[in-house]
């Protein structure tokens, strides 16, 4: 059974960074892209960004482009979310997900969900 | 970027009632999209992928339909497990964005 499990809880001061790890077990690390999506409290989702370990590229979302880094250690099957220049804003709890993809017939890594999440991690940003 | 609009904001419903939940695209996304159920507290969970595939392990009361830009869920008997909310998201292209949501009560 594949699980995705992220570090703890967080406090953070505006201007500073997290980083925020997901270690995945179960399955084969390397053949999944994983995602980053977080909820501000009482608000919806949103996508920050991926990582595709097999091809290895990162993908982002422009609203935080030049914020967020997403990296992947293969050697502990485990990927990280650093977003720099915190702000109030930013408080949140930041969920990592996998792709649930298949290839095409013309080779192509298609995702079509996310199927396995993290427990998420709550991010506060205080001064 | 594409935006994903779904209604209602918040729908109130019995047990045995069937609802549906629609999700628009502001743009062409194929069948690009898929549903979640969030609880209070616990992280997302697949419901349906590629518009009308359901995911494993799934209660088939749960479909889904439509393609393009008009997307649809319905829950056809409710039951007491289903009262949270739901989300549609599409998988067209980067940035991955989601509807705004529907929380779905009970009456």
């Known amino acids: 059974q594949v699980q995705l499990v992220q570090s703890g809880a967080e406090v953070k001061k505006p201007g500073s960074s997290v980083k925020v790890s997901c270690k995945a077990s179960?399955?084969?690390?390397?053949?999944?892209?994983i995602s980053w999506v977080r909820q501000a409290p009482g608000q919806g989702l949103e996508w920050m960004g991926g990582?595709?370990?097999?091809?290895?590229?990162?993908d982002y979302a422009q609203n935080f482009q030049g914020r967020v880094t997403i990296i992947t250690d293969e050697s502990t099957s485990t990927v990280y979310m650093e977003l720099s220049s915190l702000r109030s804003e930013d408080t949140a709890i930041y969920y990592c997900?996998?792709?649930?993809?298949?290839?095409?017939?013309?080779?192509?890594?298609?995702?079509?969900?996310?199927?396995?999440w993290g427990q998420g991690t709550m991010v506060t940003v205080s001064s | 970027d594409i935006q994903m609009t779904q209604s209602p904001s918040t729908l109130s419903a019995s047990v045995g009632d069937r609802v549906t939940i629609t999700c628009r695209a502001s743009?062409?996304?194929?069948?690009?999209l898929a549903w979640y159920q969030q609880k209070p507290g616990k992280a997302p969970k697949l419901l349906i992928y590629?518009?009308?595939s359901l995911q494993s392990g799934v209660p088939s009361r749960f479909s889904g339909s439509g393609s393009g830009t008009e997307f649809t869920l319905t829950i056809s008997s409710l039951q007491p497990d289903d009262f949270a909310t739901y989300y549609c998201?599409?998988?067209?292209?980067?940035?991955?964005?989601f509807g705004q949501g529907t929380k779905l009560e009970i009456k």
């Open positions: 997900a996998r792709d649930f993809h298949y290839y095409d017939s013309d080779g192509n890594y298609v995702v079509v969900a996310f199927d396995i």
């Open positions: 179960g399955d084969t690390f390397s053949s999944y892209a």
């Open positions: 990582i595709k370990s097999i091809f290895g590229t990162a």
């Open positions: 743009q062409s996304i194929s069948s690009w």
């Open positions: 590629k518009a009308s």
């Open positions: 998201q599409q998988y067209n292209g980067y940035p991955y964005s």
